[in-house]
Every structure is written in structure tokens, then in C-alpha cells.
């Protein structure tokens, strides 16, 4: 590894010379707007008179893949204002105008294209900010930035812009209505500033002032905008009252019918002052959202799910109080105090009740939240939501008690946003009855404050101290005992189960250092503990209580482009775990490298070594012992084509083997990107894994004396999922979106052991055969299939309003048994099943004083 290491600075200082330098870079980073008392006409023509007088911000810096060299075109660009509006005009020169990559898309969906991308720090606080985007099609993006980079995508503004390609290049003119920022009435008169522009068939980024890759956080590093003086307040009230009518399925007396429904809600926006903004949601409904992908889950943990419904998702970067988030783990896990897909989520009484004639989703009757950042620097967000009490069909049980979930989110910046300090508090209160209160909790609470101080531009240190406490009758605290995210009644555990508790606490601790700046070397390494007992899955989203961590994480990049690639990064990973008493269960190695060549086609490839030494799965009997692993390894690549081409191949391979060579997995994923014209982009993928699984749990029984049997089985299983999407832009504020995927996951349980010795380091002699007469009442395997599917048009008739007609389908089935078909038949007898349709048409207004 050392060799291959030597290479790359080789190759690398060959594209530089022996000693490589950056150009040298100006320091002009602050400049000034110009006041208009004549608004600018939007049309992407810099004819006006505000544009002749204003001053040009010419000092565009190349950002990527070169930090600091000159830039390949000339960027030039100005700002003006009036008490209402920010203008800004941009001209992006080219020399050759027919080149330039202008693709129609629907609004955010960011494509393969050129675009110019205008970023403000309205509180010029250097740790949030807001992004607006637009392409030479005039397809435009917006994104609000939180933390100094991390970017809440469903963020979305009332503005305008205006395109134009030319001789010269392309422009692009800017109208941002004041009210749709957030700033202080006492700032000075001064924002922050970045101006960001995509060459994509060059892929080349230029920035003012120069935005440095080698530095972490994007806020940080913005320029200076001065001279806005005298702003008016801006409107204070946004209401966009909807109309929802739903025609879908429904479980009558007399069997499935479709049924028609008529609701009526809105969305209210009130902003309380300059810097702080009431947003409240009525009857909301989010039928025009993608349906989540299908899975079978056979681990004994919960699946995260993105949220996706924009009341929720907007903002959300405010109240991210993250458990587990670490680089060695993407920090994908999903862990936090708050996942807002609890509120509103399927009713959980349904496996107990029945699911007949339930609805999908529990009704939110309301909710609000206020956000925003006061001069001093401390951030604020209050969120307060109310649920309906859902019942099974004919008034039947409670499927889901009436509830109110509230979290509170503050954070104090400090040294310039290189510090902060900030908390976070949550809860949960139910209104139970007898047929929900040993299944539920009656109040749910957690809490955590967190830190981070980050020092010589570089280095950070960061931690967090979370608490919970969940309160009950005996039966819920004994279920949530033994439920698989705490597992007290393991007998090698020492954890002390009490089915008398009618109340369960817990705390979480991190730490983490890191070096975040550099152009070279980055690493990590961070401690977590979790107790037993600590319990946030009310509100928020936990997949293991009872677990110690320690993770490392390094990172070599390699960015300037030489004669091989445009840019590499080699990452070095080491992750352990134990429980809170010690017992090792998880010690892993990991490398991989992500390689752009310059043909601009990615290679991504690596590998982890798992279960190095004595290792043991306390999760894996499901409250039984814990039972010693064996090594496994696990390589992968995936090969990613050009994005600027029409077409883009993408080809992923994944594989791991196990268990002394007992169990295997082999996935493949192929997939087609395809571009045709500027308005059409379709794709198709599919994923279809080979698993082979030698101890897959199987279930745990009781015989007549008493005794507990943790048994395991041999699974052969086969998974196939295919993904169609396409979408038809017919203009910027028109578009068309098809989403369909078939899914069918099978197999087959054989050789079913129990437990014999369960730390024993011969894999042969940790299992024993088990018989018991109960064992042959059980399914002998699976066939699963699902699909999904959903058809969306969008017009966004005016600015803020929007007709959107949606059409999605479900079809699903399962047999306890796999079956002889093939996935062909499968897929065959999947559509043959009876389809659920739902129609739905959604219009709203946007209303502003």
C-alpha cells in the first residue's frame, strides 16, 4: 500500500512540476450593492440602466478541478437592490454558446447542466445561508444551508430569474424578494455572499470569491455584500390554502370499493419579525409524494426511511440532533432525537388488530413550527405537532391513539460560527385506552445539549450528552425491555429485565475529533456510549441501545487533475463495537478508493475484513445468548459512465462471504441513465441478490418444561427489484414524473439448528439439530412481491401555486412457501393480483401580503 501511495504523489507531482504551487490569489472578497429606484425588467438582458452603473465582480477564481488557477471563461456579475428585492445579474462568457449544456428538468432536480448558482448569507452569522440556482434552460433550484455546508434540499422560495444564451456565452438575472430570507433588522446592512458557476462540459467549477475544496464548511467562506441600507419590511403573511380530492380504495362490509374524498387545507406562513418565521400545515396532505422503496426485512432491526413530505423535510437541518454520526458510517444511519416520519406514520396497533380497512397513514390534524436566528448568533426552532386517533373499520380498537410530539431545537454560535453549543428537547404524549396502553407509551422524553469548537482552521472537537425516559403501564416497559434495540433478558447480558418498571431512562455520550481542513489528509476518530435503557424511538430513530463505539476514519485526496484522473480520494476505516460491559461484537477494516479518470468515468471499489478476532452477535438470538462470528470479507466496485454523455451506464458488484465460507452474498446492479433531447431523462435499474445465509435466525420456541430454543435455519433466498423512472419537462414550470418498481424477494429455510454452545470457537459445535414437533408448523419460506408506482404532473401555474395530478398504484401478495416459477413468473403473477389505485388532484394559491 505504501508503493501504490508513492505512485500516486508521483503522478501526481509530474502534472505540476517537482514543487507544486497555487496561483496566486487575490484577496477582493467584499463588494458592494447598488440601490435602484427602477426595478430591473427580468429578462436576462443587462439593458438596464441599474446594470451600466453597478460594479462589476469580476474576480472569478477556478474552484474545481484546479483550486485557485485562473478561470477557463470570464464570469462577471452585479448586485442591486430596493427595499424589496435583491437583483443580481450574471454574465457567463463562452466562446462557444452552441456547447453550452442547457437540459429542461422539473425545479430541483439537479441535472448533468451548466448552471450559475447564487449564494447568501442573509444573517451573515458564516453557518447558514440559502441557495439559488438556475441553468441556461431556466430550470431553477433552491436550497437552504445549515451547519456551514449541509444543504436542506425541500427548501423552496417565491423568486424569479430570467435566462438568456447569446453570442457571448449565457446570462442569467436574478429577483429575490426579501421576504423569502431570513436576516436581522440590526445586521448592518450586510450578507454574505458566493456566486458559483458549473462549465459542465468541462467540468469546471469557478467561483466568487474562490471557494477552496481543500477547506471544509461553504458559509465560511463567503465574500462580503455591503451597502444594503434602508430594506423594507417585508410582507409579513403567506397563506396557500389546497383542495385535495382522493379517489382510493377502501374496506367496506362487502368488500374492497373505490371511494371518493373531498378535504380542504393549507399552509400558513407568518413571519413574527425580519429573522423569525411562523410556518403551520392544516389537514396537509402529501399524496404527491414518492412512495418509499420496497424491502423484506429479515434483521432484527427497524429500516430508515428518508422523509420526504415537504412541511417536514423544509427546516429540518434546525432540528438534526444526530446520534451515530460518524464518516466511517456516511452518517446514513438515520440515528437522531427527531425523525419526523413518526408523526403521521402507519398506525402501530395494526399487527395486533388487524390491518384490514386501515388506513396507510395516521391523520395529522395540524401542525407549526417557528424557525429562526437571532442577531446574537443563537438559532431557534419549536416544532408541535397533533395526530389523530385512528381506529379499525366499524369503531373497532384503537389502531393509533390521539398524540402530540414537540421538540425544541436552539443553538448559540460563538468565535465567528468556529463554535457552538446548542440542546435539543422532544416529547410525546398519547391519550391511551385499554386496547392501546399495553402496546404504547404514555409519554415519551428525551433531551441532549451538544458542542463543537473548531480551532486553527482545521480541527474540530465535537460532543454530545443525550438523555431519554419513556413512562407506561408494566406491559409496555416489559415489551420495550425485550424489544431487539435493548434485549434486557439476554442471559449472558447482566442487564437487569424488571416487567414491574412503568418507566425506562437512559443516556447516550459521544466525543469526536477531527481534522476537517486540508488539501491532503483528513481523519477522525470519535467514542460513543449508549446504555441500555436509552430509548428515543417515540419521536426519534434508534436502532441499538446497550452498545459502546469506537470508529476511525482517514482520507487521502488527491485533486488536481493530471494525466490519469480529474480527482481520487482513498479512504482508511476502523470500526469497533462492544456492549456497555465490554463484550466485543463487531471489529472491521475497511478501504476504498473513488477515482474520476479523464474521461470523466468514475471507478469506485473496495473491500472490509470483518470480525477480526473473538467477536460475538448479542442481537442475533433475539434476546438469546450471544453467539461468536467467524470472519468475513466483503469486496465491491461499482463503474459510473460520463454524466455529460446522453447516455450513462452505471454497474455495481457486491459480494460477501461468511461463516467459513457457509454464507454468501452476491449482488449485481445495472443501471441506464439515458438523455434524450433536453426535455426527456429516463432510467432503468435493476438489483438482484443471491443470499445465502447459514444462521438465519428462524424463531425461538418454548418447550413444555419451560425452557427457551434460540433456532437458526439455512436460508436460500433471491431478490429482484426493478426501477423505471422518466420524466417529460414540457417547461421549467411544467413536468411530468413516472416512477414504477416491481419487487419480489424468495426462499427457502432448511436445516434448522438451536443454540448448543454459544461462545464455543468451533462454528460446528456452537449449534445442535433442532426437532421439536413445533418446528414443522412453521413456514417452510417465503415469496414475497410488491410494486409500487406512481405517475405526477406538476404545473406551477404562478409563482407559489401548483396543480399537481397524481396516479399511484400498489399491487402485493406473499405465499409461505418460495415456489417453482421463476422471477419472470413471479413478476407475471404480481401483476396479476388486484391493483389498488389512488387518484388524486391537488391545487393550491399562494396568497402574500
Known amino acids: 500500500m505504501t508503493t501504490v501511495f508513492a505512485m500516486l504523489l508521483a503522478v501526481q507531482a509530474s502534472s505540476t512540476g517537482s514543487s507544486p504551487q497555487l496561483p496566486v490569489v ?263 409524494v414518492e412512495a418509499d422503496p420496497s424491502e423484506l426485512n429479515l434483521s432484527a432491526f427497524e429500516t430508515f426511511f428518508d422523509e420526504r413530505r415537504p412541511f417536514f423535510v423544509e427546516g429540518k437541518g434546525l432540528f438534526t440532533f444526530t446520534v451515530n454520526c460518524v464518516v466511517v458510517l456516511d452518517c446514513n444511519t438515520g440515528e437522531g432525537l427527531f425523525y419526523s416520519r413518526r408523526i403521521g406514520r402507519a398506525p402501530q396497533l395494526t399487527d395486533i388488530y388487524g390491518s384490514d380497512g386501515a388506513p396507510p397513514a395516521t391523520k395529522i390534524l395540524g401542525a407549526a413550527k417557528i424557525t429562526g436566528r437571532l442577531p446574537g448568533g443563537f438559532s431557534l426552532g419549536v416544532l408541535d405537532a397533533v395526530t389523530d386517533h385512528e381506529t379499525a373499520p366499524g369503531r373497532g380498537p384503537t389502531l393509533e391513539p390521539a398524540s402530540n410530539y414537540a421538540v425544541v431545537r436552539g443553538n448559540q454560535d ?53 438523555l431519554s425516559r419513556v413512562e407506561g403501564d408494566t406491559a409496555v416497559i416489559a415489551r420495550t425491555q425485550r424489544d431487539p434495540v435493548h434485549l434486557y433478558q439476554r442471559p449472558d447480558g447482566g442487564l437487569d429485565y424488571d416487567p414491574t418498571r412503568t418507566s425506562l431512562g437512559g443516556s447516550n455520550q459521544e466525543i469526536r475529533f477531527a481534522k476537517v481542513g486540508g488539501r491532503r489528509l483528513h481523519f477522525e476518530t470519535a467514542y460513543q456510549r449508549r446504555s441500555a435503557g436509552f430509548e428515543i424511538n417515540d419521536i426519534g430513530f434508534l436502532r441499538q441501545a446497550d452498545q459502546q463505539e469506537w470508529t476511525s476514519w482517514a482520507n487521502l485526496v488527491f485533486s488536481t487533475p493530471n494525466r490519469i484522473f480529474q480527482q481520487l480520494r482513498w479512504n482508511f476505516n476502523n470500526w469497533e463495537y462492544w456492549t456497555s460491559d465490554g463484550l466485543p461484537t463487531e471489529r472491521a477494516f475497511n478501504t476504498n478508493v473513488h477515482v474520476q479518470f479523464t474521461n470523466r468515468w468514475w471507478l469506485h471499489l473496495g473491500g472490509t475484513l470483518g470480525q477480526v478476532g473473538a467477536t460475538y452477535c448479542d442481537r442475533c438470538a433475539r434476546g438469546g445468548p450471544a453467539v461468536r462470528q467467524d470472519a468475513y470479507l466483503s469486496p465491491w466496485m461499482t463503474i459510473e459512465g460520463d454524466d455529460r454523455r446522453p447516455l450513462k451506464p452505471i454497474l455495481s458488484l457486491n459480494y460477501t462471504t461468511g461463516d467459513g465460507g457457509r454464507s454468501e452474498t452476491i449482488e449485481v446492479k445495472p443501471e441506464l441513465d439515458l438523455k434524450i433531447a433536453s426535455r426527456f431523462t429516463t432510467s432503468l435499474s435493476a438489483d438482484y441478490t443471491h443470499n445465502r445465509n447459514d444462521i438465519q435466525y428462524f424463531g425461538t420456541f ?148
Open 414 to 466: 460563538f468565535r465567528g460560527g468556529e463554535g457552538s453549543v446548542g440542546f435539543i428537547a422532544t416529547a410525546v404524549n398519547r391519550s391511551l385506552d385499554d386496547a392501546s396502553a399495553a402496546f404504547l407509551h404514555r409519554g415519551a422524553y428525551s433531551g441532549g445539549i451538544d458542542a463543537r469548537w473548531r480551532f486553527n482552521g482545521r480541527y474540530e472537537v465535537s460532543g454530545s450528552l443525550d
Open 702 to 849: 418454548t418447550d413444555a418444561a419451560g425452557a427457551d430454543h434460540f433456532t437458526f435455519a439455512h436460508l436460500a433466498q433471491q431478490t429482484l427489484s426493478l426501477t423505471w423512472r422518466l420524466g417529460y419537462t414540457f417547461t421549467p414550470t411544467t413536468s411530468l414524473q413516472i416512477y414504477a418498481s416491481p419487487f419480489v424477494s424468495k426462499g427457502t429455510y432448511s436445516n434448522i439448528r438451536e443454540i448448543a454452545d454459544a461462545r464455543a470457537s468451533d462454528y460446528d459445535a456452537r449449534y445442535r439439530s433442532y426437532t421439536d414437533s413445533s418446528v414443522a408448523a412453521q413456514p417452510t419460506g417465503f415469496n414475497f412481491q410488491q410494486f409500487r408506482s406512481n405517475v405526477v404532473f406538476r404545473w406551477e401555474y404562478r409563482p407559489g401555486s401548483t396543480l399537481f395530478l397524481v396516479w399511484s398504484q400498489g399491487r402485493e401478495g406473499s405465499a409461505d412457501i418460495e415456489g417453482r416459477s421463476s422471477f419472470r413468473g413471479d413478476i407475471g403473477d404480481l401483476f396479476a393480483r388486484r391493483a389498488n389505485d389512488t387518484f388524486l388532484v391537488k391545487v393550491s394559491y399562494w396568497l402574500a401580503r
Open 26 to 288: 487575490g484577496s477582493a472578497s467584499t463588494v458592494k450593492a447598488t440601490r435602484t429606484a427602477e426595478p430591473p425588467v427580468l429578462d436576462g438582458q443587462d439593458s438596464d440602466l441599474v446594470w451600466r452603473s453597478a460594479p462589476a465582480i469580476d474576480g472569478f477564481l477556478e474552484a474545481k478541478p484546479t483550486e485557485g488557477a485562473p478561470p477557463m471563461f470570464r464570469t462577471e456579475a452585479r448586485v442591486a437592490y430596493d427595499e424589496r428585492n435583491l437583483y443580481v445579474f450574471v454574465r457567463a462568457f463562452d466562446p462557444h454558446p452552441d456547447s453550452i449544456v442547457r437540459l429542461l428538468s422539473r425545479r430541483d432536480d439537479q441535472t448533468a447542466s451548466d448552471y450559475v448558482t447564487l449564494m447568501l448569507d442573509p444573517y451573515h452569522d458564516r453557518r447558514t445561508g440559502y441557495e439559488f440556482s438556475v441553468n441556461p434552460a431556466g430550470v431553477k433550484s433552491d436550497y437552504a444551508i445549515y451547519k456551514d455546508g449541509d444543504e436542506d434540499v425541500a427548501w423552496d422560495a417565491i423568486w424569479d430569474a430570467a435566462t438568456r444564451v447569446d453570442s457571448l456565452g449565457w446570462t442569467a438575472e436574478y429577483r429575490i424578494p426579501l421576504s423569502q430570507l431570513h436576516y436581522s433588522s440590526r445586521g448592518g446592512g450586510t450578507f454574505g455572499l458566493l456566486i458559483w458557476r458549473v462549465i459542465q462540459r468541462h467540468t469546471a467549477t469557478v467561483t466568487w470569491p474562490l471557494y477552496r475544496v481543500s477547506r471544509s464548511g461553504l458559509p465560511s467562506q463567503f465574500g462580503t455584500l455591503t451597502g444594503l441600507e434602508g430594506l423594507g419590511s417585508p410582507g409579513r403573511a403567506e397563506i396557500t390554502p389546497y383542495v385535495v380530492t382522493k379517489n382510493s380504495p377502501s374496506t367496506t362490509p362487502d368488500g374492497l370499493e373505490q371511494s371518493q374524498d373531498l378535504s380542504v387545507g393549507g399552509d400558513f406562513r407568518y413571519r413574527l419579525a425580519s429573522n423569525l418565521l411562523l410556518n403551520a400545515t392544516v389537514n396537509p396532505d402529501f399524496g404527491q
